[in-house]
């Protein structure tokens, strides 16, 4: 078992808080020149009366002026270390960190929605799948709007693509990467133009391959009251490699000078494999049960193609309307080998079609008011089935190769206002009424879910302490909601890979698992105050506090039960509606040039930016014993820390430096009376330099997870049963040569 991981002192955690917080309340105002990147403007509804500036506003700007609170990253900010996918991005960014395999805002990874274009994202979309070059700018909202989707407990991140450009662009990218035996490519290309002035059209295209590696170790023992104690040691490699391509192609069309269609498609095609080989077996204790070896390959496929109109009327009016067809498919084999020879054999293959409608008209009402009102629809099918035999034998003769399907509806009106109170208040309300419609099938039999009815009310104030807002606080109140996954409620079993005969019993780790159709929607209330201090040079420092109660939360819960699909009592998890939790945090930040924000350590024209955050989170779930029973994957706190230097002199052209780290101490969480896991610290050095050749072409060299820390993790079932692994993951290596037009 890992030994617990050494958690800070109450002095080192002061001296962290003590560093960030000074940035936030004690450094003096320092006239800096700007060294914000500068953006357009976001297509917020927010009309106001205001007059043109040829200079584009700044993220930091742009951030200041929202009313709710909300985190902005242009092109500059996104494409700064040259990262191959849009996931090493956002592990940067203050505030998110990774769960499991997606990003999480303040720990809460199933709570954190994305968004692509402002839309859900399509299902099992991977955002390392998504370059970075693609991207035009990434919106980071910790308190829910009522104009965009009100499930988002956690927050939501919303990637915005690349539209058409104003005049010419010309780009070309390629990388090439080590991690493991043989390097990875890449290929970036970016065409877009302008047609007779109304029509522009953006063509990108990204061509994408991984080669990974991870050496692990797992350790499991079981303990039956009937029988000894059985422990078990298994040392295999694992080596996750796949290709893919994502192309986006926009077509604007300006039809006056008030209102404008702008079509996009999206499209994300490749085929992955992973392999799990066993290079050692050792028997401690008992008769342990290990892993077989697998060989598992698929292929997947989304398609999404989205129109939007707006109409601008007089500057005081806008009507906005779209509506996205959304198509994917995945295909699986997985290959389970024991002593040399195939065993288990599993053909799976799934189909998501969705649709989604929506509209808004906004209206500047008395020069201070800002009312929306509008709508969204959207239907989303999961169908999909599989099959698999042992040693050719149909192991579930039943639900082999036979359809399941789940469908969620989903219907919802919304108004909201945005109301100019004076020059240093600024208020928001809106109120968002949603039905929630389930419906699952298995075996030719419907289940239907009681329907939900959310209603969720959202407040914000902003209020500026000068005129000139570098002193503001804000508060969010607000009320939102997480629905079910299809896949969660599917009532079709699904048989553990280490006990597949039917006769006998399995171990509480080593579960069934099977879906649940009457789960209903997880609620949340929600409290944000935070203090934002601006400063002139660009830099920013910030301090939030937040409180989220979640009401009907869904759970994993594994019990012994008597089932029909095997002859002996089995260990089955499913998701239930468990019980409520609370969870709380404090989160620091800040960002700017190192003479802004620490100016008695660094003189005003060090060519350096500073990106800090700290993070402390707390969480108790009701209905679970303490202590440590936190939301699953909240960490109790996290830091990051980046630099960006300009390196002038050595060459014609500046050098761009920089690197961040990340760190996450080792936890534990009780998840229910029996189950637990226990995670070990972890910690992630990224490193960059990016050399210009010429005007033109630049060359950058990336190292990623630079003296990597073990993955260590412990999963346990009150004293029957807990497993013990370790991963060793390797340092990734690329060089980009990128050329522009």
């Given at each position: 078992?890992?030994?617990?991981?050494?958690?800070?002192?109450?002095?080192?955690?002061?001296?962290?808080?003590?560093?960030?917080?000074?940035?936030?309340?004690?450094?003096?105002?320092?006239?800096?020149?700007?060294?914000?990147?500068?953006?357009?403007?976001?297509?917020?509804?927010?009309?106001?009366?205001?007059?043109?500036?040829?200079?584009?506003q700044?993220?930091?700007?742009?951030?200041?002026?929202?009313?709710?609170a909300?985190?902005?990253?242009?092109?500059?900010?996104?494409?700064?270390?040259?990262?191959?996918?849009?996931?090493?991005?956002?592990?940067?960014?203050?505030?998110?960190?990774?769960?499991?395999?997606?990003?999480?805002?303040?720990?809460?990874?199933?709570?954190?929605?994305?968004?692509?274009?402002?839309?859900?994202?399509p299902?099992?979309?991977?955002?390392?799948?998504?370059?970075?070059?693609?991207?035009?700018?990434?919106?980071?909202?910790?308190?829910?709007?009522?104009?965009?989707?009100?499930?988002?407990?956690?927050?939501?991140?919303?990637?915005?693509?690349?539209?058409?450009?104003?005049?010419?662009?010309?780009?070309?990218?390629?990388?090439?990467?080590?991690q493991?035996?043989?390097?990875?490519?890449?290929l970036?290309?970016?065409?877009?133009?302008?047609?007779?002035?109304?029509?522009?059209?953006?063509?990108?295209?990204?061509?994408?391959?991984?080669?990974?590696?991870?050496?692990?170790?797992?350790?499991?023992?079981?303990?039956?009251?009937s029988?000894?104690?059985?422990?078990?040691?298994?040392?295999?490699?694992?080596?996750?490699?796949?290709?893919?391509?994502?192309?986006?192609?926009?077509?604007?069309?300006?039809?006056?000078?008030?209102?404008?269609?702008?079509?996009?498609?999206?499209?994300?095609?490749?085929?992955?494999?992973?392999?799990?080989t066993?290079?050692?077996?050792?028997?401690?204790?008992?008769?342990?049960?290990?892993?077989?070896?697998?060989?598992?390959?698929?292929?997947?496929?989304?398609?999404?193609?989205?129109?939007?109109?707006?109409?601008?009327?007089?500057?005081?009016?806008?009507?906005?309307?779209?509506?996205?067809?959304?198509?994917?498919?995945?295909?699986?084999?997985?290959?389970?080998?024991?002593?040399?020879?195939?065993?288990?054999?599993?053909?799976?293959?799934?189909?998501?079609?969705?649709?989604?409608?929506?509209?808004?008209?906004s209206?500047?009402?008395?020069?201070?008011?800002?009312?929306?009102?509008?709508?969204?629809?959207?239907?989303?099918?999961?169908?999909?089935?599989?099959?698999?035999?042992?040693?050719?034998?149909?192991?579930?003769?039943?639900?082999?190769?036979?359809?399941?399907?789940?469908?969620v509806a989903?219907?919802?009106?919304?108004?909201?206002?945005?109301?100019?109170?004076s020059?240093?208040?600024?208020?928001?309300?809106?109120?968002?009424?949603?039905?929630?419609?389930?419906?699952?099938k298995?075996?030719?039999?419907?289940?239907?879910?009681?329907?939900?009815?959310?209603?969720?009310?959202?407040?914000?104030?902003?209020?500026?302490?000068?005129?000139?807002?570098?002193?503001?606080?804000?508060?969010?109140?607000?009320?939102?909601?997480?629905?079910?996954?299809?896949?969660?409620?599917?009532?079709?079993?699904?048989?553990?890979?280490?006990?597949?005969?039917?006769?006998?019993?399995?171990?509480?780790?080593?579960?069934?698992?099977?879906?649940?159709?009457?789960?209903?929607?997880?609620?949340?209330?929600?409290?944000?105050?935070?203090?934002?201090?601006?400063?002139?040079?660009?830099?920013?420092?910030?301090?939030?506090?937040?409180?989220?109660?979640?009401?009907?939360l869904?759970?994993?819960?594994?019990?012994?039960?008597?089932?029909?699909?095997?002859?002996?009592?089995?260990?089955?998890?499913?998701?239930?509606?468990?019980?409520?939790?609370?969870?709380?945090?404090?989160?620091?930040?800040?960002?700017?040039?190192?003479?802004?924000?620490?100016?008695?350590?660094?003189?005003?024209?060090?060519?350096?930016?500073?990106?800090?955050?700290?993070?402390?989170y707390?969480?108790?779930?009701?209905?679970?014993?303490?202590?440590?029973?936190?939301?699953?994957?909240?960490?109790?706190?996290?830091?990051?820390l980046?630099?960006?230097?300009?390196?002038?002199?050595?060459?014609?052209?500046?050098?761009?430096?920089?690197?961040?780290?990340?760190?996450?101490?080792?936890?534990?969480?009780?998840?229910?009376?029996?189950?637990?896991?226990?995670?070990?610290?972890?910690?992630?050095?990224?490193?960059?330099?990016?050399?210009?050749?010429?005007?033109?072409?630049?060359?950058?060299?990336?190292?990623?997870?630079?003296?990597?820390?073990?993955?260590?993790?412990?999963?346990?079932?009150?004293?029957?049963?807990?497993?013990?692994?370790?991963?060793?993951?390797?340092?990734?290596?690329?060089?980009?040569?990128?050329?522009?037009?």
């Open positions: 078992m890992p030994k617990s991981s050494r958690h800070p002192s109450l002095s080192e955690l002061r001296t962290i808080v003590f560093a960030v917080v000074s940035a936030v309340a004690c450094i003096p105002v320092a006239a800096q020149t700007n060294n914000e990147t500068p953006t357009e403007t976001p297509n917020a509804q927010r009309l106001e009366r205001v007059e043109l500036s040829a200079r584009p700044t993220t930091v700007e742009l951030r200041r002026q929202s009313t709710a909300k985190q902005i990253f242009d092109e500059a900010d996104i494409q700064k270390f040259g990262d191959v996918s849009v996931g090493d991005v956002l592990k940067r960014l203050p505030g998110v960190s990774l769960s499991g395999s997606g990003p999480a805002l303040r720990g809460l990874g199933s709570y954190t929605k994305i968004l692509l274009n402002g839309e859900p994202a299902p099992n979309f991977d955002l390392n799948n998504l370059n970075p070059s693609q991207v035009l700018r990434i919106e980071v909202a910790r308190a829910a709007t009522a104009d965009q989707t009100a499930e988002a407990i956690g927050g939501t991140i919303n990637i915005i693509l690349k539209e058409p450009p104003r005049s010419r662009t010309l780009e070309a990218q390629a990388r090439v990467s080590y493991h035996d043989n390097p990875a490519a890449g970036n290309l970016t065409w877009g133009e302008r047609i007779q002035g109304s029509t522009a059209f953006n063509l990108p295209f990204s061509y994408f391959e991984w080669n990974n590696f991870n050496a692990v170790q797992t350790t499991t023992t079981v303990r039956n009251p029988t000894p104690v059985a422990i078990g040691t298994r040392v295999s490699e694992q080596h996750p490699h796949g290709r893919g391509y994502n192309f986006s192609p926009t077509l604007n069309w300006k039809i006056n000078e008030a209102s404008s269609l702008n079509t996009q498609a999206f499209i994300n095609q490749g085929r992955w494999h992973w392999s799990d066993g290079i050692e077996r050792r028997v401690i204790a008992g008769q342990p049960v290990f892993s077989d070896d697998f060989v598992n390959f698929g292929n997947w496929f989304n398609a999404r193609l989205g129109t939007t109109y707006s109409n601008n009327f007089d500057g005081d009016q806008r009507l906005e309307l779209k509506a996205n067809v959304q198509y994917n498919a995945n295909d699986y084999t997985a290959r389970a080998f024991r002593n040399g020879a195939e065993r288990r054999l599993t053909l799976g293959e799934s189909k998501n079609p969705s649709f989604t409608q929506s509209g808004q008209y209206r500047l009402v008395a020069d201070s008011h800002t009312v929306t009102a509008g709508w969204n629809f959207e239907w989303r099918d999961w169908i999909g089935r599989s099959r698999t035999t042992e040693l050719g034998v149909p192991l579930l003769p039943i639900f082999e190769g036979q359809d399941v399907e789940a469908r989903r219907y919802a009106l919304f108004v909201q206002d945005e109301w100019d109170v020059k240093r208040l600024s208020a928001y309300a809106g109120l968002r009424a949603e039905r929630i419609e389930t419906t699952s298995t075996l030719g039999e419907s289940s239907n879910a009681k329907p939900a009815n959310v209603v969720t009310p959202m407040f914000h104030l902003k209020y500026k302490l000068d005129e000139k807002g570098e002193h503001l606080f804000r508060s969010s109140l607000t009320s939102t909601f997480k629905a079910p996954e299809p896949m969660q409620l599917l009532a079709r079993p699904q048989v553990s890979a280490l006990y597949t005969d039917l006769t006998k019993p399995n171990d509480a780790l080593s579960s069934d698992r099977i879906g649940n159709p009457l789960l209903k929607p997880e609620l949340a209330t929600g409290f944000d105050l935070a203090y934002e201090r601006y400063f002139p040079g660009g830099g920013v420092a910030s301090a939030t506090v937040f409180y989220r109660h979640v009401q009907d869904i759970r994993n819960r594994t019990t012994l039960e008597t089932v029909s699909w095997a002859t002996a009592p089995r260990y089955v998890s499913r998701p239930v509606n468990f019980d409520s939790a609370d969870t709380f945090g404090l989160e620091l930040e800040a960002r700017g040039r190192a003479g802004t924000l620490l100016p008695f350590a660094f003189d005003p024209k060090t060519p350096l930016d500073v990106r800090a955050s700290v993070n402390f707390e969480s108790r779930v009701k209905g679970v014993p303490g202590p440590d029973n936190r939301l699953d994957r909240q960490q109790p706190w996290s830091g990051t980046g630099l960006d230097y300009v390196l002038s002199g050595v060459i014609p052209a500046p050098i761009r430096l920089g690197g961040s780290v990340s760190f996450t101490p080792g936890y534990r969480t009780q998840q229910t009376t029996e189950q637990s896991i226990e995670f070990a610290r972890s910690r992630t050095i990224d490193l960059y330099a990016n050399v210009p050749i010429s005007p033109k072409i630049s060359v950058r060299f990336i190292a990623n997870n630079v003296a990597p820390f073990a993955s260590e993790n412990t999963t346990a079932y009150a004293n029957q049963s807990a497993t013990y692994t370790v991963s060793k993951p390797r340092t990734w290596y690329g060089i980009v040569l990128s050329v522009k037009g």
